[in-house]
């Protein structure tokens, strides 16, 4: 990990940490004309989901599919996450496709949508320490987010949503391979209060 700082300390804004590396095709070209160095965070141990202390923690690197086919988040408060996954209509994607990817993205993909409504945190990292952002912060507008010169998403936390809580996603599209036209996610709290984020 204190290499993976090291080059992005070294490249700063030229440099990006990949992991599946879905995001980082030819079709995207266009928003990585100055990079210089692309550094792979695959083997960082950073593949990892957690349940405990009141919390779910998703490591930057696990993959969509990993959590798709988790049987402790199908089994938890957290079974919306499988289920919003899922509807990524492209198995190899899924395959592939991070958590921190998605989260970076700040575009159309459907994950962050879910994060928004269950209230998680996404905790940087740098050659500095940590800090945290809460999902809502953490996109600055379409292709923009929070971070800043040599920081790498590191993990994503999501507090126990509580006794009796529930959530959903949706999300519609042109076609099966579509990116969605809108998502949606909805987490419902037993006080009556609903969150939507879209």
Known sequence: LSEA????DKYGEDAVPIAGSTFFMGHREELFDEVEAVVDIKRLGLGYIKIG??????????????IEHSSELKNSPYRVL????SELNIKEVRNV????GEVCIAGEVDLPTT?????AEIVIGSSKGERSLPM????RGYLNNALESGEMVKEVRIPD?????AASFQKFERTYADLPLVNVAVRVNL??????DS
């Open 53 to 66: 202390d009141g919390e779910l923690r998703l490591g930057a690197t696990t993959t969509l599919a990993e």
């Open 97 to 100: 496709a991070t958590v921190g």
């Open 5 to 8: 700082y090291a080059v992005l």
């Open 82 to 85: 499988p289920e919003t996954v």
């Open 136 to 139: 809502k912060e953490f996109h």
């Open 115 to 119: 994060l928004l409504a269950l209230d």
């Open 161 to 165: 949503p509580g006794a009796g809580a």
């Open 191 to 196: 006080n009556g209060m609903m969150e939507v």
